[in-house]
């Protein structure tokens, strides 16, 4: 009896250290950009970063993100989405409109996390804020509900505004939504909308924005995507070469030179989608994760642009901003 107690207790020993051997299984973040590339992967991925190691995960030693991106060239998401759903990653994250449309019809099983600048209830990707149903959470930015505010700071800082131009990419089934809110708002404001279309990974900027001026638009409004956001400086410096005023839909522009942004706080969005992941990678399903909504926006304004322009930022709207750059 004591031979085979001594047989049992040796073989839960060598079992035990053989477990022990045994590697951890490190969980895989697959992360898609609309912009970014191998050496050049972008804030917003660092913002995540950055949220996931306040929550104790270091990378390439409890976690790994596996970063694809499209380089502005949406006709890859599909395949990327597609090659990371392969790969099997454990949360897969994704921060633009294509790639959470594209994770929604590739996987049914792995979660997703989106950052999404629509409202992603009336666009169909869940079921409601609270119970958002299948494999996707997340969080809404609502960047496309705000084109009526920022209509009317431009009211409050530009004397005698009458015509905006809105410059988006035609290629882009997302920005047409956004001119669509931004047309409605004009009609209630009396301010006519001039649309600025271009197309292609080399868009003609200088030329559309010096149709905005020969169409006498007072300002500039600029709907961000993956292709535009590339082009954020020399729209910006287009810009004040022909005295134009702009509002963007994000602070990283205001800081490239524009004159102002209104949005919520897209980089606070990227650090809180760590929670969603970490959430995810504890057990918790999707279905589980109410989808939230940003409770602030942020006013940007930069000082110096206002000054190359000749324009006053008035104090009722300085004292609304949340940063002035100088």
Same mark, same amino acid.
């Given at each position: 009896?004591?031979? !085979?107690?001594?047989?049992?207790?040796?073989?839960?020993?060598?079992?035990? %250290?053989?477990?022990?051997?045994?590697?951890?299984?490190?969980?895989?973040?697959?992360?898609?950009?609309?912009?970014?590339? +191998?050496?050049?992967?972008?804030?917003?991925?660092?913002? #995540?970063?950055?949220?996931?190691?306040?929550?104790?995960?270091?990378?390439?030693?409890? $976690?790994?993100?596996?970063?694809?991106?499209?380089?502005?060239?949406?006709?890859?998401?599909?395949?990327?989405?597609?090659?990371?759903?392969?790969?099997?990653?454990?949360?897969?994250?994704?921060?633009?409109?294509?790639?959470?449309?594209?994770?929604?019809?590739?996987?049914?099983? $792995? @979660?997703v996390v989106m950052?999404?600048? !629509?409202?992603?209830? +009336?666009?169909?990707?869940?079921?409601?804020?609270?119970?958002?149903?299948?494999?996707?959470?997340?969080?809404?930015?609502?960047?496309?509900?705000?084109?009526?505010?920022?209509?009317?700071?431009?009211?409050?800082? !530009?004397?005698?505004?009458?015509?905006?131009?809105?410059?988006?990419? +035609?290629?882009?089934?997302?920005?047409?939504?956004?001119?669509?809110?931004?047309?409605?708002?004009?009609?209630? #404001?009396?301010?006519?909308?001039?649309?600025?279309?271009?197309?292609?990974?080399?868009?003609?900027?200088?030329?559309?924005?010096?149709?905005?001026?020969?169409?006498?638009?007072?300002?500039?409004?600029?709907?961000?995507?993956?292709?535009?956001?590339?082009?954020?400086?020399?729209?910006?410096?287009?810009?004040?070469?022909?005295?134009? @005023?702009?509002? %963007?839909?994000?602070?990283?522009?205001?800081?490239?030179?524009?004159?102002?942004?209104?949005?919520?706080?897209?980089?606070?969005? %990227?650090?809180?989608?760590?929670?969603?992941?970490?959430?995810?990678?504890?057990?918790?399903?999707?279905?589980?994760?109410?989808?939230?909504? @940003?409770?602030?926006?942020?006013?940007?304004?930069?000082l110096k642009t206002?000054?190359? #322009?000749?324009?006053?930022i008035p104090p009722?709207?300085?004292?609304?901003?949340?940063?002035?750059?100088?």
């Open positions: 009896m004591k031979t !085979v107690l001594l047989l049992i207790g040796f073989a839960l020993t060598v079992i035990r %250290f053989a477990e022990a051997q045994q590697p951890t299984k490190i969980p895989r973040v697959g992360y898609i950009s609309g912009t970014g590339d +191998a050496y050049h992967q972008g804030p917003y991925v660092e913002a #995540l970063r950055q949220g996931l190691k306040e929550l104790g995960y270091t990378e390439g030693k409890n $976690i790994v993100i596996e970063f694809r991106g499209a380089e502005a060239k949406l006709d890859r998401i599909q395949a990327l989405v597609a090659e990371l759903v392969a790969l099997k990653v454990d949360v897969l994250v994704a921060p633009i409109l294509p790639a959470i449309l594209a994770a929604k019809q590739a996987t049914k099983t $792995i @979660p950052v999404a600048g !629509v409202d992603s209830v +009336a666009s169909g990707i869940v079921d409601s804020l609270a119970r958002p149903g299948g494999n996707i959470t997340g969080l809404n930015t609502l960047s496309r509900d705000l084109g009526g505010k920022r209509i009317q700071l431009l009211t409050e800082v !530009v004397p005698h505004l009458s015509r905006i131009a809105v410059l988006r990419d +035609a290629d882009s089934q997302n920005t047409a939504i956004g001119f669509k809110e931004y047309e409605t708002a004009g009609q209630v #404001l009396n301010i006519s909308v001039q649309p600025l279309e271009v197309r292609g990974l080399n868009p003609d900027v200088e030329g559309v924005i010096k149709s905005a001026v020969r169409g006498r638009a007072n300002a500039l409004v600029t709907i961000t995507n993956a292709n535009l956001f590339r082009y954020q400086k020399r729209i910006a410096e287009l810009a004040i070469e022909n005295r134009l @005023p702009t509002m %963007f839909e994000g602070h990283t522009w205001v800081e490239q030179g524009g004159l102002m942004s209104y949005s919520a706080d897209d980089l606070a969005a %990227f650090r809180r989608a760590a929670f969603y992941v970490d959430k995810i990678l504890k057990g918790v399903k999707p279905a589980e994760l109410p989808v939230e909504q @940003p409770t602030k926006f942020e006013l940007v304004i930069n206002a000054k190359q #322009l000749g324009l006053a009722i709207v300085m004292a609304r901003a949340d940063r002035a750059i100088k």
